[in-house]
């Protein structure tokens, strides 16, 4: 599978944002697909992951309450509702995909990458 990400901008703060993370190939509904972000100088922090087919999501406690995950596997889609924007969330986000359950935080656990999207939020 290949994943291209998309969506990103400006935004102020308090305001809304939604990124895609559209995938090619038929087994998209194989795969575990999360969301990571990085900021300039920081590690690729984790966001938030969904699984395969039950739906089943979890998010970092930073963005809980403000990011939604969903996806949409007749569109071999995933999207990251970003409500409540925050300064501190101008980073590029990008998405990733693994087999597997989605417990998986840590960046090295995610095989498959597509290419960032930028997202900065003005205070």
């Known amino acids: 599978v290949q994943l291209q990400a998309s969506g990103g901008g400006l935004a102020q703060a308090g305001g809304s944002l939604r990124l895609s993370c559209a995938a090619s190939?038929?087994?998209?509904?194989?795969?575990?697909i999360a969301w990571f972000c990085q900021a300039p100088g920081k590690e690729r922090e984790f966001v938030a992951a969904i699984s395969q087919s039950t739906g089943s999501a979890y998010s970092a406690d930073s963005v809980k309450g403000r990011f939604t995950v969903s996806r949409d596997n007749a569109k071999n889609t995933v999207y990251l509702q970003m409500n409540s924007l925050k300064p501190e969330d101008t980073a590029v986000y990008y998405c990733a995909a693994r087999y597997g359950g989605i417990w998986a935080p840590g960046a090295f656990e995610w095989n498959i990458w597509g290419q960032g999207t930028q997202v900065t939020v003005s205070s």
């Open positions: 190939g038929r087994t998209f509904s194989t795969y575990a």
